[in-house]
Nanobody, 116 residues
């Protein structure tokens, strides 16, 4: 059974940093052709913030220059490094993997709160 488990969220002051992790189990991370990080703030739609496709990263304008997505195949883990966090980054963050023939799976989410 394929699973994604996020961790690393928490409460951080504005300007601080967090690193989110998304651990993949049930398949090799090498079988994943797209890994995306989304976030959903209260009362808002889920939005794509960063993704990596065949090794090429892309970012939403709102996080460009502050967030970095990466993957470690040896650990079957993807990361989202978030620097210079702002209150508007507060949301539940989800990873989403696409693999095989049109398969898509979500993690359970991890809460990020940016507040002084």
């Amino acid at each position: 059974q394929v699973r994604l488990v996020e961790s690393g969220g928490g409460l951080v002051q504005p300007g601080g940093s967090l690193r989110l992790s998304c651990v993949v189990s049930g398949i090799s991370s090498g079988m994943i052709y797209v890994m995306d990080w989304y976030r959903q703030a209260p009362g808002k739609q889920r939005e794509l913030v960063a993704g990596i496709t065949s090794g090429s990263p892309n970012y939403a304008d709102s996080v460009k220059g502050r967030f970095t997505i990466s993957g470690d195949n040896a650990r079957n883990t993807y990361y989202l490094q978030m620097n210079n966090l702002k209150p508007e980054d507060t949301a539940v963050y989800y990873c989403n993997a696409k693999y095989g023939l049109q398969n898509s799976i979500w993690g359970q989410g991890t809460q990020v709160t940016v507040s002084s």
